[in-house]
C-alpha cells in the first residue's frame, strides 16, 4: 500500500544546504569567542593568527575563491597564507608545526559540523520514501566532503558524494560539494553537476532549504548582507532554468539566535513541517520560485 507521500509519483528532489542549514553547530565555531579558542587550542595562535578578525583577513577571505573551488584543501592554503614571507631558516625549523597546527584546526572544524538534532526525524523520513531524493549541497573546502558522510553515518545514514549516484542505493543522501564540482552553488555548473549526476530524479519537482550565507559568522565575507541576496537570487534564477518542473525554495535565516536554542529548534520544526506537507503534496501555499 502507497503513503500518503507516495500518493503522487512525480520525483521530488529535497536539497538542504549544509553549513548554515542543516549544521548549525560550524556557525557556532566561527563565532568570535569560540573561534579565538580554537586558533590557540589548534596552535595557529603561535604563528599570529591569534585574533578572529586575522583569521577571516588574512587566511580565510582571501583564499575562499580558491578553496571552494576544490583549487586547493582547506589546511594547504591555511599553511600557506602563515608562511607566506617566510625565510627558508624559518620553514625548515617551523613548518612541520604549523602543518600540524593547521591540521588540527581543520579537524575540529569539521567534526563539529554536526547536523542539528532537529533535523534528524526528517531526514530519516526522506530517505526512506521511494520518489524522493536528498541531496546535502554547500559551498565548502574539499576535506568536507567526507566529514558531512560521517555526521550523516552517525544518524545511520548513507551518504555519498554526487560522483557515486549512479552506483550507490537510492536509499542514501548525495553530497555535492563545491569543492569536488569545481564550482559554487551560485553557478550554473554547480546544478547542472548535479541534474546529470542524479539522472532521472531530477525530472520533478526541486525544494531547496538554503540560508543563503545568511547565517555565517560575523567576519565571514560570504554572509555580507548584499552578497546573501544576490546569492538568492542567482540561485532561483539557475533553478528555474536547469530543472523543468516546479521549484520551490525555502529560506533559512535564523534569528538572533545565541543563548537561546528552542527559538532555533522551533525554527527547523517549522521548516520540516512545511517540508513534510509539501511532500506530501498539500500544501496550497507552494509557489514556483522565479525573480
Known sequence: ????????????????????????????????????????????????????????????????????????????????????????????????????????????????????????????????ESRVTVVAATDHYAEATTAIGHHFKTMRIEARPLSAAKTASERNVYIANSADLAYRKDQDGFWRCLRQGIGGAAGGEVLLIDDFGANEAAGDDYGRREKVAERQRRTATILAKVFPGRVTILPFVLPDTEGRPEETTSLIEAVSNRIFSIVAGSDPSRQLERP
Open 1 to 128: 500500500m502507497k503513503t500518503s507521500w507516495e500518493a503522487e509519483e512525480e520525483s521530488l528532489l529535497v536539497v538542504f544546504d549544509y553549513s548554515g542549514t542543516l549544521s548549525l553547530d560550524a556557525v557556532a565555531f566561527a563565532r568570535p569567542a569560540s573561534l579565538a579558542g580554537e586558533l590557540y587550542r589548534s596552535g595557529l595562535a603561535d604563528f599570529g593568527v591569534a585574533a578572529p578578525e586575522t583569521f577571516w583577513n588574512r587566511i580565510v577571505n582571501p583564499t575562499w575563491e580558491e578553496g571552494s573551488l576544490g583549487v586547493a584543501p582547506y589546511c594547504r592554503l591555511i599553511v600557506r597564507e602563515v608562511c607566506a614571507g617566510w625565510s627558508e631558516e624559518r620553514r625548515k625549523t617551523s613548518l612541520a608545526s604549523l602543518e600540524r597546527a593547521a591540521a588540527m584546526f581543520v579537524t575540529r572544524y569539521l567534526a563539529s559540523s554536526l547536523i542539528h538534532p532537529a533535523w534528524h526525524h526528517l531526514l530519516r523520513g526522506l530517505v526512506e
